[in-house]
């Protein structure tokens, strides 16, 4: 036998559960039982929970909304920046862009991706550089 595998007796008492009482198959977890630890949580609604919950739904969706609206405007802007820079860089061999500042949570990757997707489209060469977010301005005396 190698180190890995593993020998099962199918003949010992309780193997298959048939030999258990149905009281002990209820109260066994592994049977498909619920022990005393697991019971059904149960809610009643009552009026004001409902309105509770119907307010907290309706600032949900409306927050919803407002986010859908602020990732099209943010495509949008993509698109036309896209466009502009197709119109001035025709013909350049190499296209240098700053780099979108990302998102600060996981959330928002998939957006921001597109974002960039949408941001370098039908660009042959793009070099896409990360700042600071702070001006740098060198003088030369």
Request: net charge positive.
């Amino acid at each position: 036998m190698l180190g890995n595998e593993v020998e099962i007796d199918d003949r010992s008492p309780g193997a298959s559960g048939s030999d258990m009482s149905p009281e002990q198959n209820s109260a066994n977890p592994a049977l498909g039982g619920a022990t005393e630890n697991q019971r059904p949580y149960e809610f009643t609604f009552t009026p004001t929970h409902l309105k509770t919950l119907k307010q907290t739904m309706e600032s949900k969706t409306a927050r919803m909304k407002q986010l859908d609206r602020e990732k099209v405007k943010k495509m949008h802007t993509a698109v036309r920046q896209n466009q502009k820079v197709l119109e001035y860089s025709e013909g350049s061999q190499l296209v240098v862009l700053n780099l979108p500042r990302p998102p600060r949570t996981r959330i928002g990757l998939q957006n921001y991706m597109e974002y960039l997707e949408m941001l370098t489209d039908k660009l042959p060469r793009v070099l896409l550089v990360r700042g600071t977010g702070k001006e740098v301005i060198t003088m030369y005396s």
